[in-house]
């Protein structure tokens, strides 16, 4: 299993300077890949923005979105955004893709949350056609980026299988993506395609830094609830914790592992290039 580093691009405290100072140090670490999330109304920057910054200080490591939240974006926008990315990287960008679940940045967009699902079936469908999509520069039209497609929803696996190259899960204890990617495999086999799916999983970390990544999490995902505390929870916070989580992740079949910080330190990719 490979093991992947969240960029903090929504992290308290987190600037273009400690950014691209991620990116490169991420570069040189044992990480295979480099990856964001995506959200509107919140104290952070464009995941695809972020990526193309990262592009220009790394040569190795992949850029990925874990999510992004595709029908914020109009189509043409979204394939042109990941386009760019894909250009300036080389050829590194693994698309993660989901409807979201805040109906504030919906709103802020001025979209509609309603029927959010078809607008992205038709989004994949238009990025699977690369080679053809317009906005696709002549140079990266031969190099279209690995997709995935995230979500826990019949219809998001239906998804998955019929548009993707790979699930991307969402988080949870070991036993929770290996739920899903049971589910994943079979949505795959019963669209009849060969070998399997990639499966991407993601965890939250913050080594010897308990309280301020709880609080960032219980923060960030306050628009759940009661749940925020469960995940916040889930925090791994010691290096016996993130062995134990990586191994567990790794029998339970998953390919790529990404461990997204929950605080704005440089210290802390020094920490778990020590610990992986």
Not at 233 to 240: E, K, M
Request: charge should be negative; glycine fraction near 10%.
């Amino acid at each position: 299993m490979r093991v992947g580093v969240g960029l903090p691009t929504t992290t308290p405290g987190a600037d273009g300077a400690l950014l691209v100072e991620w990116a490169r140090r991420a570069e040189a670490g044992p990480f295979s890949s480099l990856a964001v999330l995506d959200r509107l109304l919140y104290e952070s920057y464009d995941p695809f923005g972020a990526l193309a910054a990262a592009a220009a200080v790394t040569e190795r490591i992949r850029l990925a979105t874990m999510i992004a939240i595709g029908p914020l974006r109009p189509a043409a926008t979204l394939v042109k955004n990941a386009a760019t990315v894909q250009g300036l990287s080389g050829g590194r960008l693994t698309l993660g893709l989901a409807i979201g679940a805040r109906r504030d940045d919906y709103e802020a967009a001025g979209v509609p949350h309603e029927g959010r699902g078809a607008r992205l079936s038709d989004q994949l469908a238009e990025l699977r056609d690369w080679r053809e999509a317009r906005p696709v520069p002549e140079k990266v039209r031969d190099t279209p980026p690995e997709l995935l497609v995230g979500g826990s929803s019949p219809a998001a696996f239906t998804r998955m299988a019929r548009y993707a190259d790979g699930y991307a899960h969402g988080g949870g204890p070991p036993r929770a993506f290996a739920s899903a990617a049971t589910k994943a495999r079979a949505a795959w086999s019963d669209l009849g395609r060969p070998g399997e799916p990639a499966l991407w999983g993601q965890a939250y970390f913050a080594l010897g830094d308990d309280a301020a990544g709880e609080a960032y999490l219980l923060d960030y995902y306050a628009f759940t609830g009661p749940f925020a505390a469960k995940i916040a929870a889930g925090n791994l916070t010691s290096p016996r914790a993130i062995r134990d989580f990586v191994r567990a992740y790794e029998e339970a079949g998953c390919d790529e592992l990404v461990l997204l910080p929950t605080v704005s330190d440089l210290g802390q990719l020094e920490r778990l290039a020590d610990v992986l």
